[in-house]
């Protein structure tokens, strides 16, 4: 039961990693009918200034606060430069273009941070064990992650459903043209939102970044699950992006950690301790495949 327990809080806090990447996304997505695949290059120059400004301030959280803000300088600049050329053109062109912003901010890396991986240390204070319960030691840093990513869902949450961006965030979710006949600013709305989608994904980024390595593509692998969370989730539904990113967590995290265990049962050790991840991730998109059959819009996407 303890191990279970350790595997569903690992669960927990990719989940909330995933869902800072994924709100961005549908966000994107849902409101600017904008298919950004480079979304996942802006969590990696997360990560990659995250490293830079913590070895001049010498400080992790002083270093990660200052990270946020220039991510979403960075994001602004490639709305205004280059996205916002392409929301008058289809799909397929916003594929392409995005692709291309990939391999751009691939070679920008590979230019400024050289080709070798980056490796960020966990901060000191945080270098250790807490007990969640009497003898049950967690990482104090991947529970921070689930505090953190926590924080922000609430306060994603608040910001969508009582302030006046999030109205406006809404109400362009449900039909821009109409907003923008009323007289609200829609290029200015869409540079904030995409700002905001690039801050969520540079904080994922640069907290995944003491776990994992730094490196050139990081974001690619988690892109790929950040689209299937938005289409299990429903487009543009910021309740629907976390409910589907803690669902595909906890599939992800503990098929993982108990597949193997039932597959030796019939095939040997190493045959399992292989196909066990490969089989994870086959479920998230079984789990995909069943909802677009029962619910095409996603759970909690608007019906057309």
Excluded: C
Aim: aromatic share 8%.
């Amino acid at each position: 039961m303890e191990y279970l327990l350790l595997q569903v809080l690992n669960g927990v806090q990719l989940g909330l990693l995933m869902f800072l990447l994924a709100a961005g996304l549908t966000l994107t997505l849902g409101i600017m009918d904008l298919v950004n695949l480079a979304h996942g290059s802006l969590y990696m120059i997360g990560a990659y200034i995250a490293w830079t400004l913590i070895g001049v301030t010498d400080s992790f959280v002083l270093g990660a606060l200052l990270a946020l803000p220039a991510t979403f300088l960075v994001g602004v600049a490639v709305e205004i430069i280059v996205i916002r050329r392409l929301y008058a053109r289809d799909h397929l062109t916003q594929v392409l273009a995005t692709f291309g912003l990939i391999l751009f901010f691939n070679e920008l890396v590979r230019a400024l941070w050289g080709a070798g991986g980056k490796s960020i240390a966990v901060p000191t204070f945080l270098n250790r064990t807490i007990e969640i319960l009497p003898g049950v030691p967690y990482p104090a840093y991947r529970f921070a992650i689930i505090v953190v990513g926590a924080a922000v869902a609430i306060l994603l949450a608040w910001l969508v459903a009582r302030t006046r961006l999030g109205m406006l965030i809404r109400a362009g979710a449900s039909n821009r043209r109409m907003i923008g006949a009323l007289g609200v600013n829609i290029e200015l709305l869409f540079s904030l939102v995409f700002g905001l989608g690039a801050v969520f994904a540079g904080l994922a980024g640069l907290m995944a970044a003491p776990i994992a390595s730094v490196r050139i593509g990081m974001g690619d692998d988690i892109l790929i699950l950040a689209l299937v969370i938005i289409v299990i989730g429903g487009i543009g539904s910021i309740k629907g992006a976390f409910i589907a990113a803690m669902v595909v967590g906890q599939i992800d995290i503990v098929g993982r950690a108990f597949l193997p265990d039932m597959l030796k049962t019939f095939m040997s050790s190493s045959a399992a301790s292989s196909a066990a991840p490969a089989i994870s991730q086959v479920l998230v998109y079984v789990l995909m495949a069943a909802v677009l059959v029962w619910r095409p819009t996603g759970l909690f996407g608007q019906r057309t």
